[in-house]
């Protein structure tokens, strides 16, 4: 390969780095993963094949810049991205939602960590009116956990059971394992009860794993 040919590689090369990383912090604002298309569709075509490695930059320029890390999220037969903060933090990141909407989301990770398994529909929005969160009748502020919140991969809303008695229920979704540690969400917990983290001894040993 002449200098030429190699300098034109590289200006590609880079310029496919560039283009991602501006690409992937804008698309962080609304949360919602980004498509492995649409990420290909940012690198040169020369490039495409050789993807990983243009991921490689582009993961490193987004934590020296931003903070970010790029994680990959393998969902059925598609593969997603999803941006989150290099570093844990104690609550859903503020860019997420409004004031309100981020206690709901809280609230409601709480209540499914804290219950130890999925929580069934019915039994979440009880929760969240009686914690003065969302009352039971908010039919739109229902959407924001059963579209929304699922759609950013905070939550994940799926069918449990068969026939009469399926129900659909509420679980913690990739995003929320990646940005949310659990070990915070026990401390807050342990803080309004006025005990020790270890009193809750199956969610304790889930925040050790």
Same mark, same amino acid.
């Given at each position: 390969?002449?200098?030429?040919?190699?300098?034109?590689?590289?200006?590609?090369?880079?310029?496919?780095?560039?283009?991602?990383?501006?690409?992937?912090?804008?698309?962080?604002?609304?949360?919602?993963?980004?498509?492995?298309?649409?990420?290909?569709?940012?690198?040169?075509?020369?490039?495409?094949?050789?993807?990983?490695?243009?991921?490689?930059?582009?993961?490193?320029?987004?934590?020296?810049?931003?903070?970010?890390?790029?994680?990959?999220?393998?969902?059925?037969?598609?593969?997603?991205?999803?941006?989150?903060?290099?570093? @844990?933090? $104690?609550?859903? +990141?503020?860019?997420?939602?409004? *004031?309100?909407? %981020?206690? !709901? #989301?809280?609230?409601?990770?709480?209540?499914?960590?804290?219950?130890?398994?999925?929580?069934?529909?019915?039994?979440?929005?009880?929760?969240?009116?009686?914690?003065?969160?969302?009352?039971?009748?908010?039919?739109?502020?229902?959407?924001?956990?059963?579209?929304?919140?699922?759609?950013?991969?905070?939550?994940?809303?799926?069918?449990?059971?068969?026939?009469?008695?399926?129900?659909? @229920?509420? $679980?913690?979704? +990739?995003?929320?394992?990646?940005? *949310?540690?659990? %070990?915070? !969400? #026990?401390?807050?917990?342990?803080?309004?009860?006025?005990?020790?983290?270890?009193?809750?001894?199956?969610?304790?040993?889930?925040?050790?794993?």
């Amino acid at each position: 390969m002449s200098r030429q040919s190699q300098t034109e590689s590289t200006r590609l090369f880079d310029n496919s780095v560039r283009q991602c990383v501006r690409y992937v912090f804008c698309r962080e604002a609304d949360k919602i993963p980004i498509k492995r298309s649409e990420i290909l569709e940012q690198i040169a075509p020369e490039y495409r094949k050789k993807s990983k490695n243009v991921l490689v930059e582009v993961e490193k320029e987004l934590k020296r810049v931003y903070g970010y890390k790029l994680v990959e999220i393998k969902d059925k037969d598609k593969i997603l991205y999803i941006v989150v903060l290099d570093e @844990a933090c $104690d609550s859903p +990141p503020s860019r997420t939602t409004d *004031l309100l909407q %981020k206690r !709901i #989301l809280s609230g409601a990770l709480t209540h499914i960590f804290m219950s130890g398994r999925p929580v069934k529909e019915d039994d979440m929005w009880s929760f969240l009116d009686k914690s003065g969160l969302l009352a039971e009748d908010n039919i739109s502020g229902r959407k924001l956990l059963t579209q929304q919140f699922t759609k950013q991969l905070y939550l994940s809303y799926s069918k449990m059971g068969e026939g009469e008695l399926a129900r659909y @229920a509420f $679980d913690w979704g +990739p995003r929320a394992n990646h940005e *949310l540690p659990k %070990k915070f !969400i #026990l401390q807050k917990v342990a803080v309004a009860f006025g005990t020790d983290p270890a009193c809750w001894s199956e969610q304790y040993k889930r925040t050790l794993e």
